[in-house]
């Protein structure tokens, strides 16, 4: 079992549109939870990080978290062709000292 | 822009070689991590430095080793270079290294092994 898993993807979903993009991990330990958008031939880029359960709003991104479920998700509301990038889930255990990345989750927006 | 940097920004080197990357961490951050991204993969972690000491390690032979500098400057080198060593390798800084932590990458440099 991987220890992060993504939808895997690829994800359309027309201008305007909420694009939903799931995550579960398989350590109960973790802690912090990331969400990067990487852009093609790109480095991540950090777009969103939550810690308790429950939602964490952001602008257009809402992240929300279930630990109890070993599962954290990332809502993109008003997608917009800029938000076409792939998009990787990320968690960590308190006091460690490495991120656990997904394989990601490729989402275009169509005009 | 995150404030790291790293060189060069692309490579290729031969089977058997050895190569060097260079990553500088962003101001005021003591600690660097090192990523290996295979084409359509998340990134994996190698290893991380803290005040000039490896303090973590992944999954990845001797082979592949680093150094951090007084400035929190860092550097990996692979040594023996394999096919397979193709991939995006990836510098991120953070100050602290507790697993709260925002990491910032830098650009990352492509490694191409022939």
């Known amino acids: 079992q991987k220890e992060v898993e993504q939808n895997s993807g690829p994800l359309s979903v027309p201008e305007g549109a909420i694009a939903s993009l799931n995550c579960t991990y398989s350590d109960r330990g973790s802690q912090s939870f990331f969400w990067y958008r990487q852009y093609s031939g790109k480095s991540p880029e950090l777009i969103m990080f939550i810690y308790s359960n429950g939602d964490k709003e952001d602008g257009r991104f809402t992240a929300q978290l279930n630990k109890a479920s070993q599962y954290v998700s990332l809502l993109i509301r008003d997608s917009q062709p800029s938000d076409s990038a792939t998009y990787l889930c990320?968690?960590?255990?308190?006091?460690?000292?490495?991120?656990?990345f997904g394989a990601g989750t490729t989402v275009t927006v169509r005009a | 822009e995150t404030g790291v940097t790293q060189s060069p920004t692309h490579l290729i080197k031969t089977r058997g070689q050895q190569v060097t990357l260079r990553c500088s961490s962003q101001s005021g951050h003591n600690t660097v991590s090192w990523y290996q991204q295979a084409l359509g993969q998340g990134p994996q972690f190698i290893f991380q430095y803290y005040r000039e000491e490896e303090n973590g390690r992944g999954n990845f032979p001797p082979r592949f080793s680093g150094l951090q500098f007084p400035n929190y400057s860092s550097e990996l080198n692979v040594n023996a270079l394999e096919l397979d060593d193709s991939a995006l390798y990836l510098c991120?800084?953070?100050?602290?290294?507790?697993?709260?932590?925002?990491?910032?990458f830098g650009p990352g440099t492509r490694l191409t092994v022939l």
């Open positions: 991120a800084s953070r100050q602290g290294t507790g697993g709260t932590d925002t990491q910032y």
């Open positions: 990320a968690v960590s255990r308190a006091n460690d000292y490495k991120l656990s």
